[in-house]
């Protein structure tokens, strides 16, 4: 799975590189409706300059934002480190032998925040993909944007979306629904 993501973010870094034929000021974002909204590129400025005066947490912080438990299963492995500049934070949690979630947790603010902000989150939002075996689109979640990458065989979903005006979140599920991980993100009290 981290193959697809690193070349998911290769991918999307040359979409973002070769993307020079929008109109100074404004940044597309596909719709779940497959229309296309503009957003101001004025508002994204904002955004990232309010991110870049807030202090990153540290890897206490971080780690008090995994909960212990998720979807009624406990934590069975848990990650806390602080590279490139930003905290991040990783938990595991084991429904069944088959099904198992990931919480991952980057921190958007400082300088090196707001890069993740700008390649991680920014950088994917609009895409929107689909063949045989699975799609990616950007959806409407509790009022914000989320990206979706889900396999249709139901063997991976996973959920991207900004938390707490801070943080980058992964919600990953093998052997569950797209509807669960947007149900459990929903249930997330990150703060």
Do not use: W
Not at 45 to 73: F, I
Not at 97 to 112: N, Q, R, V
Request: hydrophobic share 40%; with cysteine.
């Amino acid at each position: 799975m981290k193959h697809l993501i690193f070349h998911l973010s290769v991918s999307l870094s040359i979409l973002i590189a070769c993307n020079n034929h929008k109109s100074r000021g404004e940044i597309t974002v596909a719709r779940e409706d497959g229309k296309a909204a503009v957003q101001s590129e004025e508002a994204i400025q904002k955004v990232k300059e309010e991110l870049q005066r807030l202090s990153p947490y540290t890897l206490d912080q971080m780690r008090a934002l995994l909960p212990e438990e998720l979807a009624g299963a406990k934590r069975s492995r848990l990650s806390v480190n602080g590279a490139m500049g930003t905290a991040y934070a990783e938990g595991e949690y084991e429904i069944n032998d088959s099904t198992k979630l990931e919480l991952k947790l980057l921190d958007c603010a400082g300088p090196a925040g707001v890069g993740i902000y700008n390649t991680q989150y920014l950088g994917i939002l609009g895409l929107q993909s689909e063949n045989d075996n699975e799609y990616i689109k950007t959806v409407d979640l509790d009022g914000s944007k989320a990206i979706e990458q889900v396999q249709k065989d139901g063997s991976h979903a996973i959920l991207m979306y900004i938390a707490a005006g801070r943080l980058f979140v992964t919600l990953e599920g093998k052997n569950t629904s797209i509807d669960l991980l947007k149900k459990i993100s929903g249930n997330l009290h990150l703060k």
